[in-house]
C-alpha cells in the first residue's frame, strides 16, 4: 500500500464530498470546511462516510473508535482537515 500525501487526501476528500450519499455541495471544501455545520451531515452520514472511505482506500479504518473519541471529548463537529489527519494517519 502506498501512503498518500495529506494533499492527496484532501483532493481525493474533497471529490467524495463535493457528491456524497446525492446531496451536491456546490462551495468549496477545504480543511476549515465543517461536517454538520456546513455540509449538513447527520450521524448517520458519518457512519456512511466511514464505509465510504474503506471502500475508496480498500483499507480497513479505526473510523468508528474516532468518531467516539470525538464524542467522549464532546465535539460538535469536525472539521474536513481533521479527517485528513486522521486519514493520512491510518493509509
Keep these: 500500500m502506498t501512503s498518500k500525501t495529506r ?3 484532501l483532493s481525493e476528500l474533497q471529490e467524495i464530498l463535493s457528491d ?3 446531496q451536491t455541495y ?3 471544501i477545504d ?3 465543517m461536517f454538520f455545520q456546513d455540509l449538513g451531515f447527520a450521524s448517520i452520514d458519518a457512519v456512511v462516510l466511514g464505509e465510504t472511505l474503506e471502500e475508496h482506500f480498500q483499507t480497513k479504518l479505526d473510523f468508528n473508535p474516532f468518531l467516539s473519541e470525538l464524542a467522549a ?3 460538535k463537529d469536525l472539521q474536513v482537515g481533521e479527517l485528513v ?3 493520512h494517519g491510518s493509509l
Aim: hydrophobic residues 35%; proline residues 11%; negative net charge.
Design 73 to 75: 471529548k464532546q465535539v
Design 7 to 9: 494533499p492527496e487526501i
Design 26 to 28: 456546490d462551495a468549496p
Design 20 to 22: 456524497f450519499q446525492g
Design 85 to 87: 489527519d486522521f486519514l
Design 31 to 33: 480543511e476549515q470546511t
